[in-house]
C-alpha cells in the first residue's frame, strides 16, 4: 500500500495506518503517532448495499478526516490537562488534581481517604509553587514544620509518602521530571509500632458489649476472624461472600492485591444469618447513603466504655487476630498470607507470641551436638 503523505505510516506488519501529529509539539520535538484505522476500514467503506471499495481520492479525504477528528480531541486533551514538558511553569496544584483524579482511585478505599487529606496539607503550603520549586530543600524545611507542631515521627512520614507519590507520578507517569526529590529527603525514625491485643478476658467482654446489634458484632467477629483490616471489612460487598464454601473476598485492600480468607465457626453462622435479612449491595450499608460503608467508629467506641477496654481501636482486632493465629500454632508465613502481609518481616513483630518453636530448635540442637 503506498504512502500518501509523509505524516501517515502504513504499518504492514500489523495492517494499520498510523499519523503523526506534528501540530502537538514545539519545534524539534518528536511527535505522537498514534493509530488512526486498520487497512481494512481504510479499503473499504459501508454503505446501504454492503461494504464498497474506496477509490485512491476516497482513501486521502478518509484519511484526512479521520487526521483531523483525532487531532481535534488531542488539541482539547491537551488545554485540559497540564503541559507535560515544562516543570517550570506548572502548578504544583494541578498536578496533585490530576493526581487525585487519575490515579488516586486505583488505590484502596481507606488509602484513598488518608492521602486525599494529607494532599490538601501540600497543596495549601506547596499549590501555588511550580513543580521545579518542589525540591528536596523545601522538602525538608516542610518535614521540620510538620514535627514543630505536634506530629508524630509516623504522621510526618506518611505526609511525606503522600507528598513523594504524586512526585513520582511526575517521574512515571508524566514524565515532567528526571527523579523524585521527595527520594532525598530523610524519613523519620519511627518507634516499633505497638501490638496491642485482646485478653481472654477482655475478648469475653467486648462480646458481650457488641452482641445488642447483629451488624457490629458481624464486622467485630469478622475483624477478630480474619484479621482483616478496618475498611477491608467495612467496604465488603454481598458478591464477596461465598457462603457455600465459607469464604470472604477482600478485594480492596491496602497492598492493592485482593486475597481470599475463610469464614468458620460462629462468624459463617452470624453472617449466614445478617444475609438472610438483608437485601443490600453493601455488606455493612451506611444509614444515609446506602452506597457508602457504614461507619463503626461511634458504635465500637461505645462498646468498649460498656466493656471496660482501655487503649484500644479498631486496628487492634488485626493485632488480636495475627496474636491468634500465632499463639494456636499457625506458621508465620500461612498467618501472613491471612493477614495480608507484603512479606514475612511483617509478620514476624508477632513471632515473641510463639516461642515453642525457637525453644524446640534449641533443644534439638543441644540433643544432637552439646
Known sequence: MAQSKSKYRFDEKRGVVRAKFYELVEMGERPPELQLCTFEQLEFKLTERGSKRRTASEKFTHLSKL??????????????????????????????????K????????????????????????????????INAPWIAQKRAELKK???????????????????????????????????????????????????????????KAVSPRADLKLAVMLALTTGARRMEIWSLKRNDIDLQNGFATFSKTKTGVARTVPIRGESLELLRDYLARSESTLLFPGEKNPAVPFDFRRSFKAALVKAKIDDFSWHDLRHSAASYLIRSGVDLRIAGEILGHKNISMTMKYSHLAPDHLTEAVENMTKKFL
Open 67 to 100: 487526521y483531523l477528528n483525532r487531532l481535534r480531541e488531542l488539541q482539547k486533551e491537551k488545554k485540559e490537562k497540564p503541559k507535560k514538558t515544562n516543570a517550570q511553569t506548572i502548578k504544583f496544584s494541578t498536578l496533585i488534581e490530576l493526581y487525585k
Open 149 to 207: 507542631v505536634k506530629r508524630t515521627p509516623a504522621t510526618v512520614n506518611r505526609y511525606l509518602a503522600a507528598l513523594s507519590v504524586v512526585l513520582s507520578a511526575c517521574v512515571k507517569e508524566w514524565h515532567l521530571i528526571p527523579f523524585n526529590p521527595a527520594q532525598n529527603v530523610r524519613k523519620l525514625k519511627e518507634p516499633r509500632g505497638r501490638t496491642r491485643y485482646l485478653t481472654e478476658k477482655e475478648l469475653k467482654a467486648l462480646l
Open 102 to 133: 487519575d490515579i488516586l482511585p486505583e488505590l484502596s478505599f481507606s488509602s484513598q481517604s488518608a492521602i486525599a487529606n494529607q494532599l490538601k496539607y501540600w497543596n495549601n503550603t506547596g499549590g501555588r509553587r511550580v513543580l521545579a520549586d
